[in-house]
C-alpha cells in the first residue's frame, strides 16, 4: 500500500492518503509497523534514489499522527524526527513537500520544547550554501519554530542562530537578506532579541553596519537601517559602543592596507630597477 504512494497521479496519491489514514486509526496493533515503513521509504528517498512522488502526502499523514502522540514522546519518535525528518531538508526537490515537513517539525516542537536545540542544531548543520529559493525556505520554517519556540530555549541556540542569520542578512541574492530581516517584523520574535540584545547585538552589529553603507539594492538598505534603529533603541549604550569599536577596526584596516598597497608598490619599483640594471638599461 504504502508503496502505491509513488504514483504519478495526484488523485490517487489523495485516496491513499485516506485509506492509510483510517487504516491507522483503526487496526492499533499495526501503527507500529506503518511508521516504520514509512520511516523506510523517507530514508531510501534521502540516501539512495531521491525519487518519490507521495513524499508530501505521506508527511500530512504524519502530521497528524505526530498530533496524537501521547506524552512524554517516546525514544523512538524523538529519533525519527533529528535521523529522518531533519534529513529530509538536504534532497534537491524540498520545495514539493516543504510545508508538510515544516508543519511536521513544528508539531514536535510544541509537544516537546525540549527538542527545539537538536532541531535548529540539525537546521544549521544542513544550511543550503548556493541555493538561494532553499535558503528562503529555510528561513521561513526557522521563523515558523522561533514563533512557538519558549524563551529557556531560546538561550541555548541564540549564539549559532544569529551568527547564521547575521550570514543570511550579509547575502548579495536580496530575497535571502530581505526574508532574513523581516523577523524584525514579528513581535514575539522581537521580545525575544530585546530580552537577550546583550548577546545578539554584538553578533548582528557589523553585518547590519556594512550593510547599510555598501549593499546594491536600496530596499534592503531601508530594512537594514530599521532593524539598526530598533537595536539602538533596545540597548544605546551598547550601541554606541559597538559604532566606536566598529569605526575604529575600519581605520585601522585601511591603514593597513595602505600600507601593504605601499609595500606591494616599493617591491614592485624594486623589481622594475633591478629588470632595468640587468637589460644594461640603467646603470648598476
Known amino acids: 500500500l504504502l508503496e502505491l504512494f509513488d504514483s ?5 496519491r489523495d485516496y491513499l492518503k485516506t485509506v492509510l489514514h483510517r487504516i491507522y486509526g483503526k487496526f492499533l496493533g499495526l501503527r507500529a509497523f506503518i511508521r516504520k515503513q514509512i520511516n523506510n521509504i523517507f530514508l531510501r528517498f534521502v540516501y539512495e534514489t531521491e525519487h518519490f512522488n507521495g513524499v508530501a502526502e505521506l508527511l500530512e499523514i504524519l502530521g497528524s499522527i505526530i498530533n496524537g502522540f501521547a506524552l512524554p514522546l517516546k525514544a523512538e519518535h524523538k529519533q525519527f ?35 527545539t536545540e537538536p532541531v535548529i542544531r540539525g537546521l544549521m548543520k544542513f544550511w543550503p550554501k548556493t541555493c538561494s529559493q532553499k535558503e528562503v525556505m529555510f528561513l521561513g520554517e526557522l521563523e515558523e519554530i522561533l514563533d512557538v519556540i519558549e ?5 541555548k541556540i541564540q549564539e549559532p542562530l544569529f551568527k547564521q542569520i547575521a550570514k543570511c542578512v550579509s547575502s548579495p541574492h536580496f530575497q535571502v537578506a530581505e526574508r532574513a530581516l523581516y523577523y524584525w517584523n514579528n513581535e514575539y520574535i522581537m521580545s525575544l532579541i530585546e530580552e537577550n540584545s546583550n548577546v545578539i547585538l554584538p553578533i548582528m552589529f557589523s553585518s547590519l553596519y ?25 540597548n544605546s549604550t551598547m550601541f554606541d559602543e559597538l559604532t566606536a569599536t566598529y569605526k575604529s577596526d575600519r581605520q585601522r584596516e585601511k591603514k593597513k592596507e595602505k600600507e ?25
Open 81 to 115: 524526527l533529528v535521523k529522518v525528518l531533519i534529513p529530509l531538508h538536504t534532497v534537491r526537490s524540498l520545495s514539493l513537500f516543504h510545508a508538510q515537513l515544516a508543519y511536521c517539525i513544528v508539531q514536535f516542537l510544541e509537544k516537546d520544547p525540549s527538542l
Open 8 to 12: 504519478e497521479d495526484p488523485r490517487e
Open 260 to 284: 601593504r598597497e605601499e609595500l606591494w608598490k616599493k617591491l614592485e619599483d624594486l623589481e622594475l630597477k633591478r629588470g632595468l640594471r640587468r637589460d644594461g638599461i640603467i646603470p648598476t
Open 151 to 155: 524563551p529557556s530555549q531560546f538561550v
Open 210 to 234: 556594512r550593510i547599510s553603507k555598501e549593499h546594491w539594492n536600496p530596499a534592503i538598505v531601508a530594512l537594514v537601517y530599521n532593524v539598526l534603529k530598533a537595536f539602538m533603541e533596545m
